[in-house]
């Protein structure tokens, strides 16, 4: 076979890699549509689920995934529209992670913030309801740090990536 043939054979799966079936235009305003919308989902489920997240949540943000590939791509599945809207979903990973870093009201709308869940050994009800944490999950994070009564904790805060920060009674000066 010579080369002339074997070039021409080649070169249709080249043009079908990266010929696209929609404008790059809409493939970037696709992204950025869906991205924007599956960040607003991911921060109304709230803190606590994003750092102890559960089997089904899991299940959920891997079947989100799938879900939201055709309104991504809208059908093109070339190898220059998946590069384009990588492109797209690492830019606006960064240009967040870079509002946030430089303006804090970016960093509180973007990533939240911390929430006081114990003051001197109470529990606040009305924290752990509005972070859907009931008592029993709060108790399950203290003894992960060792403390198995709200009584020996003088705060407990959690903090905005889901994690609880606490400071014992007994590392307060008296």
């Known amino acids: 076979m010579s080369n002339s043939i074997a ?5 249709p ?3 079908s890699l990266f ?4 404008p790059p235009q809409e493939l970037v ?7 924007l919308y599956v ?8 803190k606590r689920q994003m750092a102890q997240m559960s089997a089904t949540e899991f299940v959920a943000i891997l079947l989100i995934s799938n879900a939201v590939q055709n309104a ?10 998946g590069l384009i809207l990588a492109g797209v979903l690492i830019f606006l990973s960064w240009l967040i992670s870079w509002l946030t870093f430089r303006y804090r009201k970016a960093r509180t709308i973007f990533e939240g913030t911390p929430t006081l869940v114990i003051h001197k050994g109470t529990p606040i009800d009305q924290h752990l309801v509005r972070e859907h944490l009931p008592r029993s999950e709060l108790m399950v994070l ?17 903090e905005a990536d889901g994690s609880l920060s606490i400071t014992r009674n007994s590392e307060i000066e008296h």
Request: charged share 15%; aromatic share 4%.
């Open 19 to 22: 010929h696209l079936s929609l």
């Open 72 to 81: 991504m791509n809208g059908g093109d599945n070339s190898l220059a529209g």
């Open 142 to 158: 203290l003894r992960k740090q060792g403390v198995h009564h709200f009584s020996d904790v003088h705060t407990a805060v959690l």
């Open 39 to 46: 960040l607003i989902l991911l921060r109304i489920a709230g």
């Open 29 to 35: 305003i696709r992204g950025c549509g869906v991205f």
């Open 7 to 11: 070039l021409r054979r080649i070169h």
């Open 13 to 15: 799966v080249i043009h």
